[in-house]
Each structure stands twice: as C-alpha cells, then as structure tokens.
C-alpha cells in the first residue's frame, strides 16, 4: 500500500536564537506517531518503520532533531540535552497539531521518548523504546563517544575530511543502511563535538524514579550482546514501567536486517494504543 509523504519545518527557539528542523510525515489522519534516530543518526534511518506504519492507517511523523540529519547544526553544546530534544517533540506535536501521540525512538531516540513522557506524559498516547541507554550503559558509552567527541573537537579535520568523502558517494547507489551510516558520517566537526558533548555531559536518561511513573502502554525491545545498549537496560526499564510489554529481538541487526517480527509487534502495539483495548502485559515477548 502507498502511503502520502510531505516533508516539513519548524523552528524552535532558544536561548541561542531560532533554529530550524525538518520532519517527514507518512499517511494522514489522527492517530500520530512520531518516530526518533538515534545518535548522529537522519531520520530516514525510521523511514521503513514509518512507511510500514502508515500502511496500516497511522500518520507516522519521523523528525531530525537538533543537530542531525537536515535540520540545523549548531556548534554550541549548550543547546543539545536530552530535554531539550524532548522538547523539540513537544514542539512538532504544537506545530502539527498533535494533542498526543505515540512516540519511539532507537538509542538517542528511546531516552528522547522516555524524556517526552516525563515533562509531557499528557501528550503521550504510549512509548515504542528500542535500546534505551540507561545505568548500565553509561561506560560503554563513555568509552566509545568520548574519543570521538575529543577528535572532533581537537583534530577536526579528520571528521571533516571523513565527511568530504561520503558526501561524494551518490545515496541511490548503496543499500539503505550503507547510506544510513554515510548519512551519520556526513556532520561538521564542530556540530559532532558539541552534539556529543550536550548529550555526554548532560542528564542521559529519566532517573529509575521518574521511569517508574510514567503511565504510558509502552514496547520495550532489547537487544543480546549489545554492550553500548546492553539488554538488561531495556530488561529493568520492562520491568520498571507499569504497562510494558517486552520483546527480545535475536540480536542488534534484526531490525535491521530482518524487520518483518519486530516491526509487526511495534505496528500492532501502536495500533492498540489508538484503540479502547487495555495495555498491554509486561510479561508479553518475554
């Protein structure tokens, strides 16, 4: 089934000035869904997700956030928090006149989701959270952002040149996901240190208190061996949320790779959202 795609801007204001961000809807009507990236990542990373959504009568809103993809990159980290993208989507959902909406995200885009349902849970119809990035993650994340973080700050030519290259290689000519991670590559120097160094140095996800009041249907999805995003992060958050539903993917590709399970899980819970169907167990996929 074809579905409608329209690609939009907003602007959001800051202590900074106005900056500018792109979205891309799928379908139409009132049940929304806004779907996050992860880190460094475009939005088009969800554009199968979206699409499949769509089909089944959603109107699926994937969205770059501040510092990714085609919105504006601003150099100061003082603008990137897990907050402030959370209220970015607060700010979609005023600009597209959405009152609620399901909102996912993978990585970056399930503590964003998680963030939406602690300073908004009223506009939060439920969560689709894939590898969140909790208590247990924090050194492995360390380990891999911070050199990456201090390159780009202090040898910025190396990322700059790095982006030069892929920004040569034509999209339409690689499979998707090669061009998802050309697309993640393709970032000034100066926007990459201080998106990370934001995200780094600020509060990386709701505290396990907050997580514990947010009343919204959630799917959880976890990955095994996965240690930037390890599976009993996304283990504890099922079991701390009060209405979750867990499902363990076979590994960290098959999403990706093998999306037809996951992605029919995801499509049903969002519809069951939007429906007077009770939440979903949490001990459903476990």
């Known amino acids: 089934m074809l579905v409608s795609e329209r690609i939009g801007q907003f602007f959001v204001e800051s202590d900074a000035g106005r900056d500018r961000l792109e979205y891309t809807e799928h379908g139409s009507g009132d049940r929304w869904v806004v779907l996050v990236h992860g880190l460094l990542m475009p939005r088009r990373m969800q554009g199968p997700l979206a699409r499949a959504m769509a089909a089944q009568g959603l109107h699926v809103v994937t969205v770059d956030l501040l510092g990714h993809?085609?919105?504006?990159?601003?150099a100061d980290p003082l603008v990137y928090s897990m907050t402030a993208f959370a209220e970015q989507v607060v700010a979609l959902l005023d600009h597209l006149g959405a009152e609620r909406a399901v909102?996912?995200?993978?990585s970056l885009g399930a503590n964003v989701a998680l963030e939406v349902a602690v300073i908004a849970?009223?506009?939060?119809?439920?969560?689709?959270?894939e590898m969140p990035v909790l208590d247990n993650a924090l050194v492995a994340g360390l380990a891999f952002f911070v050199p990456i973080m201090l390159t780009a700050r202090y040898?910025?030519?190396?990322?700059?040149?790095?982006?030069?290259?892929?920004?040569?290689?034509p999209r339409g000519i690689v499979p998707f996901w090669a061009g998802i991670v050309l697309d993640t590559l393709d970032h000034p120097a100066d926007s990459v240190a201080a998106v990370l160094h934001g995200v780094i140095f600020g509060r990386v996800a709701p505290s396990s208190s907050?997580?514990?009041?947010?009343?919204?249907?959630?799917?959880?999805?976890?990955?095994?061996?996965?240690?930037?995003?390890?599976?009993?992060?996304?283990?504890m958050l099922a079991a701390e949320l009060p209405h979750a539903r867990f499902e363990r993917a076979s590994s960290i590709l098959?999403?990706?790779?093998?999306?037809?399970?996951?992605?029919e899980a995801a499509v049903e819970f969002a519809l069951g959202c939007w429906s007077d169907r009770p939440a979903a167990s949490r001990q459903a996929g476990r």
Do not use: Y
């Not at 993809?69 to 601003?74: E, H, I, Q």
């Open 155 to 169: 040898l910025p030519f190396t990322v700059n040149t790095v982006r030069r290259i892929t920004r040569a290689v």
């Open 121 to 129: 849970p009223e506009r939060v119809a439920g969560l689709v959270v």
């Open 254 to 263: 098959e999403w990706r790779v093998r999306p037809e399970r996951l992605t």
């Open 210 to 235: 907050q997580r514990r009041r947010i009343a919204a249907p959630t799917l959880v999805v976890g990955h095994p061996i996965d240690p930037i995003h390890p599976f009993v992060d996304a283990d």
């Open 69 to 74: 993809g085609r919105s504006d990159k601003p």
């Open 103 to 106: 909102i996912g995200g993978s």
